[in-house]
């Protein structure tokens, strides 16, 4: 897939013309060093992954933003750019909304969470079914029970009542520009690192724990790949680190970005984040999504 | 017997005779109901069918299921709607107001307190947003014969708020602009 998408050349936006001819150059530089440096090394030997931006079917709304990223490998624990990819600038260089990023994540805490503190009302708290003392003639006050909320002991007025939900959904286009900010904050910060695949060479945990040490990510690491089937080397390798977590694209949420210091994507992850991405930002049926939520609804 | 029973209201010879009867006006025609369409018959009944996959003439059926996204405009010397495709950078003036995603100029008007306030608001802002606000409200304040304006700011999320309904004003300014 990712010799398919390194030979597609597609049309390039006129105002990241400039960059195209770079890649370009890059790319003839690159074969060319691939050729002399072939019986040198065998990993070397395959040519530089340069993904260009296909800005033709969504032409971004930022004109002068456009971002490139390098690729890196997961091979080894020495770093080695494989190579480059532009990403749209819609999706990794939108406008940071704080404030829209601080809603999802009171959103993401929120909608699960089920209070539990509960308060007795007076006809709840044992006792109280007799009129304490008589309504005249004693010189105290009139009361008809013990267990009313003037007394101590008694029950509570307006108190926590258990269970209280505090589900709410968030406008659909809001979830999308919290995932949109999020993501270009975390590439503003250098914090979003893209690798070439999760295919690791062993199942040693040590070998992650140099690989961030070497490539100065973390402390915590969130590695995101398109599927939710990860091979059996990562995942023997990040089991037993807590700090390192493995998670599919369909599952990206701001909570876990903003958890975690650096995101790491796979290059079929980016490239399927900004599809989705663009086309809810795209889409025709837009109005659909901005309709009430219901319980029932699919 | 209630099979029997059954196997009479099915025969053809008593379907015949209802659609006999359906057709004296003794039975009102239930026009645009589903219980005016002929029942179903048994499956020999109907003519053969067969299936395709991709037959040379589903071009025709794609051509007329909506597209997913918006389409990006066709590019025509004129357009008789009024409608202009955006030509500015904001390379020369360091600010840009970029398109909706259906192509068209994001001033809005909002209306509160039962239309006795009016704001016109113009959005998705990139660049110099302060510069944008002093020319939108020499604009505004022009067509008021001089007379003061007030606008809002919104740095953080690029939307400028202007005092009053100047939302044709505004948007054929832009688009005279190139945004």
Redesign the interface.
């Known amino acids: 897939m990712l010799k398919f998408l390194n030979k597609t050349r597609q049309l390039l936006y006129p105002n990241v013309r400039n960059l195209s001819h770079t890649v370009t150059v890059c790319q003839s530089n690159a074969a060319t060093e691939s050729t002399t440096t072939t019986g040198k090394e065998t990993l070397v030997s395959k040519p530089a992954l340069i993904l260009p931006q296909n800005y033709a079917e969504h032409a971004p709304v930022s004109r002068s933003t456009a971002r490139q990223a390098w690729i890196e490998n997961v091979d080894a624990v020495t770093e080695r750019k494989v190579g480059l990819m532009e990403l749209h600038p819609d999706v990794f260089a939108a406008q940071p909304r704080v404030d829209v990023i601080q809603e999802n994540i009171e959103w993401q805490r929120k909608y699960r969470y089920v209070s539990m503190a509960h308060t007795k009302t007076r006809a709840e708290v044992r006792g109280g079914g007799r009129k304490p003392w008589p309504q005249k003639g004693m010189g105290r006050a009139r009361h008809g029970s013990i267990r009313s909320p003037l007394f101590k002991g008694g029950g509570v007025i307006h108190g926590p009542r258990s269970p209280t939900t505090h589900f709410y959904m968030l406008p659909f286009y809001k979830r999308v520009m919290g995932l949109t900010s999020t993501l270009s904050v975390k590439l503003a910060q250098d914090d979003l690192h893209i690798i070439e695949d999760v295919e690791i060479p062993t199942k040693d945990a040590q070998f992650i724990r140099d690989l961030i040490q070497e490539r100065n990510w973390g402390p915590s690491v969130l590695i995101v790949d398109k599927h939710d089937v990860f091979p059996e080397n990562i995942c023997y390798a990040t089991d037993s680190i807590g700090y390192v977590n493995l998670m599919p694209a369909y599952g990206l949420n701001v909570y876990s970005m903003l958890k975690h210091d650096t995101l790491v994507l796979t290059v079929e992850a980016v490239k399927h984040l900004e599809e989705r991405l663009l086309y809810q930002l795209h889409r025709n049926d837009a109005a659909s999504k901005q309709t009430k939520f219901k319980l029932d609804q699919v | 017997m209630a099979a029997n029973a059954k196997a009479i209201v099915n025969t053809p010879l008593l379907q015949g005779l209802k659609q006999l009867v359906r057709s004296l006006h003794t039975d009102c025609a239930r026009l645009s109901s589903f219980r005016s369409s002929r029942e179903v018959q048994p499956l020999e009944e109907y003519p053969e069918v067969e299936v395709l996959h991709n037959p040379p003439e589903w071009k025709y059926v794609e051509r007329l299921l909506?597209?997913?996204?918006?389409p990006?405009p066709v590019a025509k010397p004129a357009y008789p709607s009024g409608w202009k495709p955006q030509t500015a950078?904001?390379?020369e003036s360091g600010y840009?107001v970029?398109?909706t995603?259906n192509h068209m100029v994001p001033v809005y008007l909002n209306t509160r307190f039962r239309g006795q306030r009016r704001l016109t608001i113009v959005r998705?802002i990139?660049g110099d947003i302060w510069a944008l606000e002093r020319d939108l409200r020499q604009v505004v304040e022009q067509s008021r014969n001089g007379k003061l304006c007030a606008t809002r700011v919104n740095e953080?999320?690029?939307q400028i708020h202007i005092h009053g309904d100047y939302v044709d004003l505004l948007r054929e300014h832009l688009k005279s602009k190139g945004f």
């Open positions: 909506p597209p997913r996204t918006v990006q950078t904001g390379q840009f970029a398109r995603k998705l990139q953080l999320s690029g």
